[in-house]
């Protein structure tokens, strides 16, 4: 698909997706009531029953940060019945060798967004110098690989 693009457009040298988080709010959903592998702080617990009962999204600068972390957790941590990503977008991405490089709260407000990822997407960064390392990776050890940004909220920072 990169190769296409810069054939058509010569000059392109970023290639970055906004693409949705299909399994998000069933996979933290599973993992609050205590059936996933996603470690959740109290505050993140807190920002789901939020969500779900209020049928809020993320608007405000605090709920956007705690989202931020919550969906980079599903990210790094949170695995398929085959051991990947529980994510098959990020599945398809990663394995093309893309990084994921941005969350990105309530920017899907259609009624699929909103109902599977309470309105959050992310972008997928193709760097043309990266791609082939990024596939190998992720194919060879199941790396997730994403910004210093994503491996940050992941983490709780």
């Not at 529980?86 to 109902?115: K, Q, Y």
């Amino acid at each position: 698909m990169v190769e296409e693009l810069r054939r058509e457009f010569e000059a392109l040298e970023t290639f970055v997706t906004l693409s949705p988080i299909p399994g998000l709010r069933r996979c933290v959903k599973k993992a609050a009531e205590g059936g996933a592998e996603i470690e959740l702080t109290e505050d993140e617990l807190s920002l789901i029953t939020v969500l779900e009962e209020s049928d809020t999204l993320p608007s405000e600068p605090d709920m956007q940060a705690e989202f931020n972390q919550l969906a980079a957790k599903y990210f790094v941590y949170g695995k398929s019945s085959r051991g990947g990503p529980a994510d098959p977008v990020a599945r398809f991405h990663l394995g093309n060798g893309a990084c994921l490089e941005r969350i990105n709260p309530v920017a899907d407000l259609s009624t699929r967004g909103v109902s599977t990822s309470w309105g959050g997407m992310v972008n997928y960064l193709y760097d043309l110098k990266n791609i082939e390392r990024n596939h190998e990776a992720f194919a060879n050890g199941g790396d997730v690989i994403c910004s210093a940004a994503v491996k940050r909220a992941a983490n709780g920072n």
